[in-house]
Structure formats: structure tokens, C-alpha cells
């Protein structure tokens, strides 16, 4: 069959796996086509007949059963599949075809998992109404902050950068997607001054406190992290699940079944390959499998701040890590990337109240310190949370009059 | 600092790990300030001076030594770095920047790794020369096939293909990427099957052949399955390297020193980041990555066939996989995707000597078969060998002959 016999207009998708891609062909190829060799390259066909085809195997082909304009649906049918084998699900539906000559570009938008998929999945073990239980915080977004700079604080240091912002009213402290285990900061030596820290900052303000230990590595490292975590009282953990990978990813999330911690995922990298929408694989669907595996918290952009990504864009992301999946429980998006207390107000209206705005340099960079900076984020969550304008709320609140001159 | 400091011409980087972005600035944005804020960014700033700075770690920071253009070189002291920790060097180098909104198109071209970082990788167990031992082959390159059609066949006719491919000649018999253990076609059953065929074709052609069970998946089923490959008298595992992620390579290097098996990556997905020259990671810094961590062969492209890269690119992923590394063990390249017998005196003027050809279509798309596919491609390859042009070849090998009408 070639690259020939992938398109059925009459389909209607069952227990399939269904790809919306967009297709920008390369010159002298149609859409149609183009769509026809991802369709093939995908799943049973090459580039030529071959002599060893069956017209069994012709029926599990994938079916192009929707072309409009670019936008191009592909069904492919569960059987193709290893159930619960996410690189596998990938290396077929976003594997060769993105080098395919005959595609300029191609974009995977959005992917629908049948339940036969989803079933074979975890999800996270939390979810937001988890976390939401175990912060005991009914209503409001959360505040968090990442230590910084980002890198090259001892662990004491590090340690009483997190406590400053617990104390100011930060509810949930990162490490750097960058810090690990270096030289002059040891894993093991930060989790256990940083948890000791958390543990007084808890005991002073009332308030539940979460400290997020980096335990990016190989795999046999990450779970000796996550473990040594969890024996000093740890309740989260958080990976760079690009540059770590989903089959680690997998691997982590079965172990945590025993660990119980709460999994947050940051994406570092992510956009060398979700940036361009017309080439690579849309957020959109990195927050479906990554909520699929089953982590707890994942970054998804800030629509205002630092980073690229559109007020759209987050929203299609929210939705894939909120919306109903098949009784896949749900994932937290986190906000982060250049935001500071004058943002809050926008970032709620955007996000709802089911997310963490999460601030490093609006919290130590705030003119008087971390603590300051701290308390200027919960002021301005407060004034969004009571529709109260910022600059009325500044008034009475010295940290947010500062913040407001500062940056806004 | 913000992202102010990050830049010193007069620079000579020593122990530091040196990338070479190319820059693409937003709008209104200079290509230095733009540089400043991905040094910053990857190492010790933010977007924001921060109080909790100290001038120590000022010192740690990434320094920009040269710009010109768009190609800006930056050392990055290795003390930012864990050791032997893949995924944190990746979450610096090549994370949150691609995703900054001052960068319209960000791509990392190049990266050099001092002998600190490269000694803390294991490298590939075989290499080139050790490859060559194994198969007992000393000068040719390597001819390969992938069993085809890429999904569909139980394990018996999976076999069967493997079989007549080797029979016809072919050293080399691998797994489709999208193939790990379906419902159709089990892993072990398949694994066990293929290499008793394994062994009747060695038996049959006195030469040495090699099947590469692909193991994709989580980490505990892949270490799982490249031990049953092992007990089964196997010699080889293949992995996709992108789907399954850094973090899972390292330890399945790690356990390989037990299994020893040569490890071969297939590289489904890279073009989603790969495939834009002005965004994204080169394949050529994959390929550097992928030899550190250890992988014994790798797909760089093909220069002709169905892939896109050009002759000039797939000769950067062969420096990277076969020139000095600080004594870390070589790569065999591979060139694989729409390949047939007619390409292979060009393949082997671009690749040398030191590579595998691997053609699926080119072997079982062969009008009479997969024997005669197999045949043609080691007959085209002794012509190469022995600077016979092929059509001269072809007067006295039917099968070489009947590939040239069919697709020259």
C-alpha cells in the first residue's frame, strides 16, 4: 500500500487514538497527500509496497477521516498500541513523521485518547482536589516561588531563602529546574535543612507548607532522591520531564504508589519543540500525556511574563490538564516565568481559581526582600480573590504599594 | 544582575561546558541583549535583579565570549553542573530559553564538553571497533533492514522476514520503532522466534547476523526485556532514544555493563526540534549526547531518501559520533529511511566506511522479494566496495538488476 489507501472520509473513531495534526506540505504536495504519507509513516505503511504486507494488516492502517484546510484528523486504532507504553504511543504518532521531506512542517495540536489507552494509564495520584485536601486551601489559588538565583546558594542559604517566603505567606517553595545535586549544594543536605526550615515556618504561621525537591537524574538517582524525601518528610517531589523523558516519568510514577508524594512537573525545553505552531507538538498535548502518566502539577505558561506563549495557549492547556478525561483525575497547572504581584489579578481572571502562581525574581526581587516580596504576592491574591483594585489594596499594605511601584 | 554581566569577550573557556547558539532576537531586541538574557537565564539570572544574590555566585556565571551575527558561543563553568546527570546539563543548556519571548527562533548548534563532564559519562560499551569485532566484519560498511511492513505481523512471520533478509544477506535485522509488544506480535514470543531464525541463518551463511529487539518502554519492562534478549542468546537491543528520554538511557547504560549488549538508538521524534535550522537542538548536539551517555549506534539522516536532512548535515552528526571525544568510545552512524541498493555507492562516498545502511522498503518492497531485496543490496554494496558503477554490476546479479529498473 505504499504511502496509498490511509484516507476514509466516512469514518467515525471508536476505540481509536485520534491526531489532529496540521500539515503544511512541502512544495508540489498537496495536503491531502502529505497527510496520507504521516498517515502511513505512522503506522503500517513506508515509502514503497512491500512484499511482505497482508490485507489483514491493511485494515489496522491508520484512516485520515477528517481534511479541512491544513487541519488533517487522523484515527489510529488501539491495536496498534502497547497499553500503557507512552514512548511507544509517541514514537508512532509523533516519531518519523515530523522528518518526513514531504511535510515542510507538521503540527501534532491535539490528541483524544480512547479509554482502552486512558485505562492503561495512572493519572496523578493527587490531583488538584488531593492537594487542595492536603494544603487544606479550599477556595484560593496557590502562591509559590522558586528559590534564586537559580543556582549557586549553599544549602543553608538555600534553606533560608525558602523559609523568607514561607514566612511572607508563600505557600509553596521550587527548587531551580537547573539545581540538583552540585557541589556546593548537595541534595541531601538541602532536603533536610530545607524541610527542617519548612517545618518551622508551618509551626509560626498556621498555614500548611510545601518545599518542592528537584530530583531531576537517571532513574536509579530520582528514586533514591524521591525516597530519601519522603523518610525526611517530604510531600512533594518535582522533575524536568523533558529532559528526564517519559519513560523515567512512567517508571517514577509507578514508584510512587509507595512514596505518596505529590508529583510537579516543570518542562524545561519544552519549547525547542512546541514554540512554532507549525512544526513539533503543541503544550496542549504534552499537558495530555504528562496528566495521563500521572503527575500532579504542571507548568503550562503564564500568558502574561517572560515566556512566549498566548493567553489561548494556556487556556487549550488548562483544559487538557481540568477537563473530564475518562475519569483521569486532574492535574494542577502552574503559572511561572517573569510574573510578580502586579500580574495576579490578570493571571486569576485568566486561569480560574484551580492553579499556583508561581514568582522567583517578583518575590526576591522585590525591592525590600524576600519577605516582602512574599507578602506582596498574598496581598494581591487577596485583593483579586475580594475584587478589591490592587492600588486600593496598597494602600493599607506597604509590601504591594512597593511591588506596584516597582513594576507596574 | 538580571540578565545584565553575562558577557566577556576576552574569555578563554577552560573547564567549561561552550554551546553555540544561533540567535534570532524579537522585534526591537539586539542579538547581544537577546544572548545576555539566554546566559542568564540558563545559568545564575532572572529576568529581575534579586536580593538574594551574593557576588560569589556572580562569578559562576555563564560567560558570553564570542558573537558573530546571529552565532553567539557561551562557556558555562562545570561547577553549574552535576556530574554524569544528563537531564540537569539539558535543563540549563537547553531549557527554559527556547521559550523565552525575547528569542524569536533559538538553536543549539553546538556543544563542546570538557574533559570533567565527558569523564563523568560511560560511552558506548563497543563502539565502532567493537561492533566490528563482534560481527567479524573488518573493513565494509554494515547493510541492515527493518521488518516490514512497520507493524501488523505476528511473531512467526516476523521471524520469517528476519530470516530471508539475512539469508539474502543482510547483517542487520531490526524492529520497527512503533513495535515494542502488541497484542499481535508479544515481545518475548517474537524475541524468541526471530533469534532461533537468527541462528539458522548463521548456521546457513557463515556469517554473523544481528537482530535488534527494540525494548521501548517504561524502565523496569525495558530492563526486563533487554535481559530476556540476553538469556535468549541475543546481542543486540535497540531503544528510541527520544520517546524514552536522557534520564532512562542513563540506566540502561548503567545496567548494560552487566548485559553487554550493544545498544542501538533510533531517533523517532527528533525532527519535531531538530528539523528547523533556526530553532530547536541540532542532531548534531544529539548525537554528541547520545555517545556520551553510551549508545552504540545512532540514525543520523541519510542525505538522499525520505528524510530531510542535507549531505552537510548528516556529516556534522558523523564528526560528532566518530572524531575524538576525550578517549569516549566511537558511534556507528546509521543512514535509514527510504534507502534501496541504487543510493548505496553515493551513501557509502558520503559515510566512508563506518556505518550501517539500513533500507525496509529498499529490501522488502524488491519485486521478487524479500531474498532478492536482500541480495540486491549486498551485491550493490560490493560494487561500491570495489568501485564497479552498479549497472555494471547488475549484468551478472539479477536481483541488482531488477532493483534498478524498479527504482533508479
Given at each position: 500500500m505504499g504511502y496509498k489507501d490511509f484516507i476514509d472520509l466516512s469514518y467515525k473513531p471508536k476505540d481509536d487514538i485520534v491526531c489532529q495534526f496540521r500539515v503544511e506540505p512541502a512544495k508540489g504536495i498537496s495536503v491531502k497527500r502529505a497527510a496520507e504519507m504521516v498517515a502511513g509513516e505512522s503506522s503500517v505503511g513506508t515509502w514503497t509496497d512491500v512484499s511482505t504486507m497482508k490485507p489483514r494488516i491493511k485494515k489496522i492502517g491508520a484512516r485520515i477521516f477528517s481534511i479541512k484546510g491544513k487541519n488533517v484528523k487522523i484515527a489510529y486504532p488501539s491495536i496498534l498500541f502497547e497499553k500503557g507504553n507512552m514512548p511507544q504511543i509517541l514514537s508512532s504518532i509523533a516519531g518519523n513523521v515530523f522528518g518526513?521531506?514531504?511535510?515542510?512542517g507538521l503540527r501534532l495540536d491535539d490528541v483524544s485518547f480512547p479509554r482502552s489507552i486512558t485505562n492503561s494509564f495512572q493519572g496523578p495520584l493527587y490531583g488538584i482536589k488531593g492537594i487542595r485536601k492536603l494544603l487544606g486551601v479550599k477556595k484560593r489559588p496557590f502562591v509559590g516561588t522558586i528559590v534564586k538565583p537559580k543556582i549557586g546558594l549553599n544549602e543553608s542559604e538555600h534553606a533560608k531563602v525558602a523559609y523568607d517566603a514561607w514566612s511572607g505567606g508563600i505557600d509553596i517553595v521550587k527548587d531551580d529546574e537547573n539545581l540538583s545535586s552540585q557541589k556546593f549544594n548537595k541534595f541531601e543536605k538541602r532536603i533536610v535543612k530545607t524541610l527542617k526550615m519548612r517545618d518551622k515556618a508551618e509551626k509560626e504561621t498556621g498555614e500548611k507548607k510545601v518545599y518542592m525537591a528537584n530530583v531531576t537524574a537517571d532513574v536509579g538517582t530520582m528514586l533514591r532522591r524521591a525516597e530519601f524525601v519522603k523518610d525526611n518528610g517530604g510531600r512533594y517531589m518535582m522533575v524536568d520531564i523533558h529532559t528526564v523523558g517519559w519513560s523515567a516519568l512512567e517508571t517514577l510514577r509507578e514508584a510512587n504508589d509507595d512514596l505518596k508524594l505529590v508529583m510537579h512537573a516543570h518542562r524545561a525545553g519544552h519549547a525547542a519543540f512546541t514554540k512554532d505552531p507549525r512544526h513539533g507538538i503543541s503544550m496542549r498535548v504534552i499537558s495530555q500525556i504528562t496528566r495521563l502518566i500521572g503527575l500532579d502539577q504542571l507548568h503550562v505558561g503564564t500568558a502574561v511574563g517572560k515566556m512566549f506563549e498566548t493567553k489561548q495557549d494556556v487556556l487549550n492547556n488548562c483544559d487538557a490538564l481540568r477537563s473530564n478525561m475518562n475519569g483521569i483525575k486532574t492535574t494542577m497547572p502552574v503559572s511561572s516565568g517573569g510574573l510578580h504581584a502586579c500580574m495576579i489579578p490578570a493571571l486569576v481572571k485568566i486561569f480560574g481559581n484551580d492553579f499556583i502562581i508561581q514568582a522567583g525574581g517578583g518575590v526576591h526581587g522585590h525591592k525590600d526582600g524576600t519577605v516582602a516580596g512574599a507578602k506582596s504576592m498574598r496581598q494581591a491574591l487577596d485583593a483579586a480573590m475580594n475584587d478589591i483594585p490592587l492600588k486600593e489594596c496598597a494602600k493599607k499594605n506597604k509590601e504591594l504599594a512597593t511591588a506596584i511601584r516597582q513594576w507596574d
Open positions: 518526513m521531506k514531504a511535510v515542510e
